[in-house]
């Protein structure tokens, strides 16, 4: 959109809904807590619990929309000062699952 010559500056006026140009990246990698591993609370008798579902993680649909392939280095309650042990679990820092771009949204400290 063009507005008295001058290019349009509002992000929103043309939204994407392909994923625009975030495909070139073909490998990303999210690090984080619940935010980035889809975590779900369950109720079962009584006892509250949380489990990571993966393919529900806002890193899965950005896969599923760009045509990526998006490894999850995350888990519910995650900090980076956990971080390091972690990653050995997830194999976040071997050669096959290196990726060409990282999305770290991850806490210092833990919440609760």
Request: hydrophobic content about 35%.
């Amino acid at each position: 959109m063009k507005k008295d010559g001058a290019a349009d500056k509002n992000p929103l006026a043309e939204i994407k809904t392909d994923g625009g140009f975030t495909s070139i990246l073909g490998t990303v990698g999210c690090i984080g807590d619940s935010l980035s591993s889809g975590e779900h609370e369950y109720l079962y008798n009584g006892n509250k619990g949380y489990y990571d579902m993966y393919e529900y993680s806002w890193g899965q649909f950005l896969a599923r929309k760009c045509g990526l392939k998006v490894y999850n280095f995350s888990r519910g309650g995650l900090t980076a000062k956990e971080f390091h042990k972690y990653a050995d679990h997830t194999l976040a820092f071997y050669p096959d699952k290196l990726c060409r771009a990282y999305i770290i949204f991850i806490p210092t400290v833990s919440a609760i």
